[in-house]
Structure formats: C-alpha cells, structure tokens
C-alpha cells in the first residue's frame, strides 16, 4: 500500500510564502497532483507535474504556485507565494490518474487577511 505523507502548511499572513512537500512511500513514475479542499467546498486540483516535468496549474494559481518533484527522493513539492485568504484550505497530493487510496492527512494551509 503506497502512502502519502504531506507537510509543510501552517498560518501564514496574506502575501506570505509556504513551501509544501509530498512523500510518496514508492517509486513515482506517472504524473502527481496537487490539491485543496476548503471547508464546505470540493477537493479541486490545483496542480500536476507529468514524469518529465512538464506543469499544468488552475488560473486562480498561476504565477504565485510552483509544483516540482525529486524523482529520487519520490517527493513532490508545491511553492506557494503571495499567499492570499483564498488559499485557506487542506492541501494533498495524490496520482490524478491513477489515484492512490487512502490519500494522506493533508497539511492545512491558512492564510490570514
């Protein structure tokens, strides 16, 4: 069974910089994703990274997210700046294709005005 493990998150005030990590308890060969899911609302897919590097971020992110991964440490992180209220929400990683289960615990991330 492979298992997610993220870190990183805590209290940050708006405009603020956090850096979350993933470690996956196996090889990472496909793509992974980062996510969020804010109270009350649905897990979204904020960003993936493919295999070879290549990134795909949702508009609310874009130019402030940063999603890379180690291969050899089978680690994927997410650099998060300008940090906004919005952002508040429980961050996970998980394969978007292939969808790892159980997911992690996430790492919550809060932003404050």
């Known amino acids: 069974q492979v298992q997610l493990v993220e870190s990183g998150g805590g209290l940050v005030q708006a405009g603020g910089s956090l850096r979350l990590s993933c470690t996956v308890s196996?090889?990472?060969?496909?793509?992974m994703g980062w996510y969020r899911q804010a109270p009350g609302k649905q897990r979204e897919l904020v960003a993936t990274i493919t295999n070879s590097g290549s990134t795909n971020y949702i508009e609310s992110v874009k130019g402030r997210f940063t999603v890379s991964r180690d291969n050899v440490q089978n680690t994927v992180y997410l650099q998060m700046s300008s940090l906004k209220p919005e952002d508040t929400a429980v961050y996970y990683c998980n394969d978007p294709d292939y969808q790892y289960d159980p997911w992690g615990q996430g790492t919550q991330v809060t932003v404050s005005s």
């Open positions: 196996a090889r990472i060969y496909g793509s």
